[in-house]
């Protein structure tokens, strides 16, 4: 899946437009550690375009995720940051496939720490292929940079949700020391039963609840229950919890 951040390229002039063969592929955007188990991970990229692509790594820790004061923190030191990335630069021909190597550098976590490794890719000059009789075009090519998200989790760690009901609105709070995915969920009736109906209920969009970040779901009524879907990490099975 691809985020948000993009970059254009481009040659410009008038007349006409065409966009450009791009694309950069990665196998996963959710890396999990946890102390005491695997220290290092990798992701792997892989140029299916007919273009070279120079890639930059970036790391940074999220300081406060999930809340207004959410920033990212970008440490050189790798001891410092908890986290090492390596190579921070590579060029990537066209077919080629590459490994990012991270490798947790963090003991005796208390709770999450939290990464970002931003995968940037860019070419050269483009070359606009127009006919001979047209002197000037503009070729566009969207690159789609890749926003990893890294977890590094306690060895001592849990995910405890509880549930506060008032004026209409289930208030969610994480109070154990690890995130956890809210992977989905419905806003049903209290007549529903034990298991959702699709044709009666809402669905409860996905967010990530950071430790000791709240979240709120809005009610029908008082009565309606509400099944949450829960995930713990990326190859964990889903559990199902009903509020």
């Known amino acids: 899946m691809r985020t948000a951040f993009a970059t254009a390229a481009f040659v410009c002039s008038c007349f006409v437009a065409w966009p450009a063969s791009a694309h950069l ?3 996963k955007l959710w890396v999990e550690f946890e102390e005491g188990d695997q220290e290092r991970n990798d992701l792997i990229i892989r140029n299916d375009s007919e273009d070279r692509y120079y890639i930059s790594i970036a790391v940074s820790e999220v300081l406060q995720p999930g809340t207004e004061n959410e920033t990212r923190l970008t440490e050189v030191d790798p001891e410092k940051l908890g986290l090492l990335v390596t190579p921070n ?6 077919g080629a496939i590459r490994s990012i190597r991270l ?35 503009i070729a566009i090519k969207m690159l789609a940079a890749y926003d990893v998200l890294v977890v590094d989790r306690p060895a001592q760690r849990s995910s ?4 506060d009901r008032n004026a209409g609105v289930l208030t969610l709070r994480n109070q154990g020391n ?3 995915l809210l992977a989905g969920g419905s806003v049903c009736p209290a007549s529903v039963g034990n298991a959702p109906d699709e044709s009666r209920c809402r669905a409860v969009e996905t967010r990530r609840l950071y430790a000791g970040n709240s979240t709120t779901v809005e009610l029908g009524a008082a009565t309606d229950k509400v099944f949450i879907t829960t995930k713990s990490g990326p190859g964990a099975a889903e559990v199902e919890q009903v509020f």
């Open 25 to 27: 592929s990665i196998d």
């Open 89 to 94: 630069k590579l060029v990537l021909e066209p």
């Open 178 to 180: 690890t995130n956890i």
């Open 160 to 163: 405890d949700i509880v549930a």
């Open 103 to 137: 490798v947790s550098l963090n003991s005796g976590l208390t709770s999450d720490r939290i990464y970002r490794v931003l995968i940037s890719p860019q070419v050269g000059a483009i070359k606009a292929q127009r006919d001979v009789d047209e002197a000037r075009g």
